[in-house]
């Protein structure tokens, strides 16, 4: 089983990082392709990219360079998100990353009717963030479950979060393990 892991933790004691790095470990893949995303260098889609990317699409170039995180993301087993509730969602970084994967024939197609095809092999994402209070409003795992379950067909999408870590008086490190329990939960 092969695993691609995301990483879209910018602080260096990231604690959605070290919930993130327990459940890749209980999922004991084969190998792991670890992508940091704050070291990408990745671009947002502004115009000079939609036109060459527009370009490589109608020359059938999907080989090229620029579709590398698109072609990854399709082909992994299993997928684990690490990303940090950021007002009501994740950072920019995520979603950068997800305009480079999003590229149709690649992650989907449209099929001759129009309809979406999902492409994606992957059939368990775990997301995995950490909150500093307690938040039902989590737009940024409802985006990534819409995602997969309308554009890349993974049928698996799991939530692992702990919450309520910056509010005073709560013992960070204990909801850390509580929630690596609930992993355990989730993964077995
Ligand atoms: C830019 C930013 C925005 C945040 N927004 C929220 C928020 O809307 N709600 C909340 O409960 N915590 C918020 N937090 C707190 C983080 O969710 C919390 O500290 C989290 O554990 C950080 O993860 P990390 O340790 O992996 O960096 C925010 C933190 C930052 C830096």
């Known amino acids: 089983m092969t695993l691609l892991y995301i990483n879209a933790c910018v602080r260096p004691q990231s604690r959605t990082k070290i919930l993130a790095d327990y459940v890749v470990a209980q999922l004991s893949p084969q190998s792991i392709s670890f992508l940091d995303l704050d070291k990408c260098n990745l671009k947002y889609a502004d115009n000079a990219f939609l036109q060459k990317r527009g370009t490589l699409i109608a020359t059938h170039q999907f ?11 399709a082909s992994a087993d299993n997928i684990v998100i690490a990303a940090p509730y950021w007002d009501f969602s994740f950072p920019a970084l995520l979603k950068m990353y997800i305009e480079n994967v999003n590229v149709v ?6 099929s001759s009717t129009g309809e979406i095809v999902p492409l994606c092999r992957a059939e368990n994402l775990y997301y995995v963030t950490t ?3 307690y938040n039902s409003d989590d737009y940024g795992f409802k985006y990534i479950e819409a995602l997969c379950k309308r554009l890349y067909g993974i049928k698996n999408v799991f939530l692992i979060e702990a919450e309520g870590l910056d509010i005073q008086g709560n013992n960070a490190n204990e909801i850390l393990q509580q929630a690596c329990k609930k992993a355990d939960e989730i993964i077995k």
């Open 63 to 73: 080989d090229h360079p620029m579709f590398a995180y698109a072609r990854e993301f």
């Open 131 to 133: 909150k500093g209070g």
């Open 105 to 110: 024939n690649i992650v989907f197609k449209y």
